[in-house]
C-alpha cells in the first residue's frame, strides 16, 4: 500500500486498497433482486461456482438456491460451498442431508456441533463473507446472507423486507474475488484451525497458499474485462486476521477524511473506533454534512445501546443520525462525496472491524455512487432524525461505561491487543 501525505487541503488518498478499472458493477437491493441473478449465473455455470456465506438458512428461498446448485452439480459443474458454523448452524443438519449423495461439497468455517467448540481459541473469529464466484467471470458481494429478506431469525416473519444490498461484479475484480472464496473454502475444507500468528509467518503462508491453489483451483483460463465494459473503478477489500486486520477500517477512515461535502453512512451495527469517530467529528467541524443511519427497528438490544451510547458525542460535533424503522436494517453501505461508495459485509464495530472475516467493494465511479446515494436518501426519507436527546445525565453515562467496558473485555478474549 501507498501511504503519501496530505497538502494543502487537496484530497490524497493515504491507503490504496488496489482499485482495478474495467469493471461492470451493478448495485442490487436485498434478496428480491439478489436471489434471482446469482440463480440465473448458476444456471449458465460451465465450469465451477464458489460460495461462501454466513447464514445459509432453511427456508423456502434458501432451498430454491440450494436445489440450483443441486442442478449445476448435475450438469458436470464443479460447487463448492462454504458457511459459517455459528450462522448456519440451525441449518447445517439440512443442507447436509440435501446434499447427500451429490458432488456439491459443503465445507463448514469453524463448526460448533460439539459443545467443547467454544473452548478452542479463535472460536468467535467468524466468517462473515457473503460473496459468489461462477465460472471466474461473475462474482456478488455484499451483506446478504441467503435467507429469505422477510424472515428474522430471531423474531420470525416480518411485513416488509429487510434493508440490505450487494453487488453484481464483472471484469479484472472478480478474481481476486474467487482467491478469496477458494482460500476460505479450503482452509474449512482441510478441517483445520490453523493458529493465526502461525499463519502470519509469511514464507509458510506463501508455500501454504501456493499448495492449496494448485490443488483445488485446477486449471484456469485468465478472465479479462470485457473491452466495451466502462472503465469503473473499484477494489475488493478484504479484512482477516493475517495481515489485513485492518483494511476495512482504513478505507472507511481515509474516504471521511477525504470527504469535502458529504458523508453518508449506513450501518446495523455501529460502534466505532477512535479512527472513524475521529474523521466523523472532523469531517463535520470542516463543514461536511456527515448523516448516519442506524437501526430503528433493533434485532439485538446490546447492539442498539453500543449505538446509542456514542449519540450525544457525535450529535454534539455536527454529525445527523437517523434511525430506520420500516423494518429491519442490514445494509452496510456508504457514499461520500457522490464518488466513493461501498457495499459489503462490514459493520462498523469490534465484531466486523477487529475480529471477523469480512470482505466490501469500494467503487470510486459517480454513477454506481449516485445510484447508492438515491437509495440512502430513499431510506432517510422513512426514518426518524434523532434529535438532542439525553446523553450526559448519570443513566447514559454509566451505560457508555458499560458498553465500553464490556467491548473491552470482549476484544482482550478474542486477542485484540491495542486501543479501539
Given at each position: ?78 460447487v463448492r460451498l462454504?458457511?459459517d458454523g455459528f ?33 478452542q481459541p479463535g ?298
Amino acid at each position: 500500500m501507498r501511504r503519501l501525505g496530505r497538502r494543502r487541503g487537496r484530497r490524497i488518498r493515504t491507503v490504496d486498497p488496489g482499485f482495478v478499472g474495467g469493471n461492470r458493477v451493478e448495485l442490487l437491493r436485498g434478496g428480491d433482486q439478489l436471489f434471482p441473478r446469482m440463480q440465473a449465473a448458476i444456471a449458465r455455470a460451465h465450469r465451477d461456482i464458489w460460495l461462501a456465506t454466513y447464514i445459509f438458512h432453511h427456508d423456502e428461498t434458501s432451498l430454491a438456491l440450494a436445489d440450483a446448485l443441486l442442478a449445476a452439480d448435475r450438469r458436470g459443474v464443479r460447487v463448492r460451498l462454504v458457511v459459517d458454523g455459528f450462522g448456519s448452524g440451525a441449518s447445517i443438519a439440512t443442507l447436509q442431508q440435501r446434499f447427500a449423495g451429490s458432488g456439491v461439497a459443503l465445507a463448514v468455517f469453524r463448526p460448533m456441533d460439539r459443545w467443547w467448540r467454544w473452548l478452542q481459541p479463535g472460536q468467535l473469529r467468524r466468517l462473515h463473507h457473503k460473496l459468489c464466484v461462477v465460472d471466474g467471470e461473475q462474482a456478488f458481494v455484499g451483506g446478504i446472507n441467503v435467507i429469505d429478506d422477510r424472515l428474522d431469525l430471531h423474531h420470525g416473519r416480518t411485513e416488509l423486507p429487510r434493508l440490505d444490498f450487494a453487488v453484481q461484479l464483472s471484469g479484472g475484480l472478480v478474481e481476486q474475488v474467487a482467491q478469496s472464496v477458494r482460500s476460505i473454502w479450503s482452509r474449512a475444507w482441510l478441517g483445520r484451525d490453523f493458529d493465526d500468528a502461525l499463519l502470519d509467518y509469511v514464507p509458510l503462508r506463501r508455500r501454504f497458499g501456493l499448495w492449496l491453489t494448485q490443488l483445488w483451483r485446477g486449471p484456469q483460463r485468465l478472465v479479462r474485462p470485457p473491452a466495451r465494459l466502462r472503465p469503473i473503478c473499484a477494489a475488493f477489500v478484504q479484512r482477516d486476521n493475517l495481515r489485513r486486520r485492518r483494511t476495512i477500517e482504513h478505507a472507511y477512515t481515509e474516504a471521511i477524511r477525504g470527504a469535502r461535502a458529504s458523508v453518508d453512512l449506513v450501518c446495523p451495527y455501529f460502534y466505532p473506533g477512535q479512527r472513524i469517530r475521529h474523521a466523523l467529528h472532523e469531517a463535520a467541524r470542516r463543514g461536511v454534512r456527515v448523516r448516519l443511519l442506524l437501526q430503528g427497528k433493533l434485532d439485538y438490544r446490546l447492539a442498539g445501546w453500543a449505538a446509542e451510547a456514542l449519540y450525544a458525542d457525535l450529535l454534539g460535533h455536527g454529525v445527523e443520525i437517523y434511525e430506520y424503522t420500516p423494518a429491519f436494517l442490514h445494509a452496510k453501505v456508504a457514499v461520500v462525496d457522490g464518488q466513493w461508495a461501498t457495499v459489503g459485509s462490514s459493520n462498523i464495530d469490534p465484531l466486523s472491524l477487529l475480529v471477523n472475516l469480512e470482505a466490501n467493494v469500494v467503487v470510486e465511479d459517480g454513477d454506481f455512487a449516485r445510484r447508492l446515494a438515491a437509495e440512502i436518501e430513499a431510506a432517510l426519507a422513512v426514518s426518524a432524525r434523532v434529535g438532542k436527546r439525553g446523553g450526559m445525565g448519570l443513566r447514559a453515562m454509566l451505560r457508555r461505561a458499560a458498553v465500553a467496558w464490556f467491548a473491552y473485555v470482549f476484544l482482550r478474549v478474542v486477542g485484540v491487543a491495542g486501543r479501539y
